[in-house]
């Protein structure tokens, strides 16, 4: 495979099952992937034909889906691809909170309300570790509709929609530029 090359998402998300599940059906493996019956029978005859599975028949009733060399190399290296992208959107949520949280607390603002979720939220508290920054009093809401009234001043690390109800807020993370910083 091409250093250059990258599996498509569908494939990807078949090959994970079919790694997870070789003598699955056609007919599980399109409803744990979620994708059609026919979809799925397409994508199995692409991976063949580009040499990232092989078919085997086990008796008149049952196949076997098996991950050829490349198939495996090629789960390998998106997967690779999806871990280094994953640290650089945790990288780039800390930065953002700490240098957000360094200029607001200059101006003199000590208390914040943070919108986030799962795992990102968790960034977002090990990013106030810093000395300067331990005095700012967060509140933590798992999405917008948690807030409060009171609450006008918003740092979002999150993939919901921000409301436009008049509040302020500062996105931490931009999902689509892994180089996106707060200057």
């Not at 250093?3 to 790694?19: K, Q, V």
């Not at 994708?35 to 994508?43: A, E, P």
């Not at 692409?46 to 086990?58: A, F, T």
């Amino acid at each position: 495979m091409n250093a250059t090359e990258t599996l498509p998402e569908n494939e990807y998300a078949l090959i994970r099952e079919i790694a997870k599940s070789p003598t699955a059906t056609q007919r599980e493996l399109s409803q744990t992937t979620g994708f059609s019956l026919g979809m799925t029978n397409l994508m199995i005859k692409r991976l063949v034909r580009k040499g990232s599975i092989k078919v085997r028949q086990l008796d008149w009733k049952r196949t076997q889906y098996l991950l050829t060399p490349k198939g495996v190399l090629e789960k390998a290296v998106k997967s690779y691809r999806y871990g280094l992208y994953t640290i650089r959107i945790f990288k780039q949520i800390r930065d953002n909170i700490r240098t957000v949280l360094r200029h607001e607390l200059k101006s003199g603002r000590r208390d914040f309300t943070v919108v986030a979720q799962d795992e990102l939220l968790d960034i977002v508290r090990e990013s106030i570790t810093e000395p300067g920054i331990k005095t700012a009093r967060l509140t933590y809401r798992r999405s917008f509709a948690e807030l409060g009234a009171a609450e006008r001043f918003v740092l979002a690390a999150t993939l919901e929609a921000v409301p436009s109800d008049g509040r302020e807020v500062i996105t931490l993370v931009d999902f689509d530029d892994i180089d996106f910083r707060i200057r």
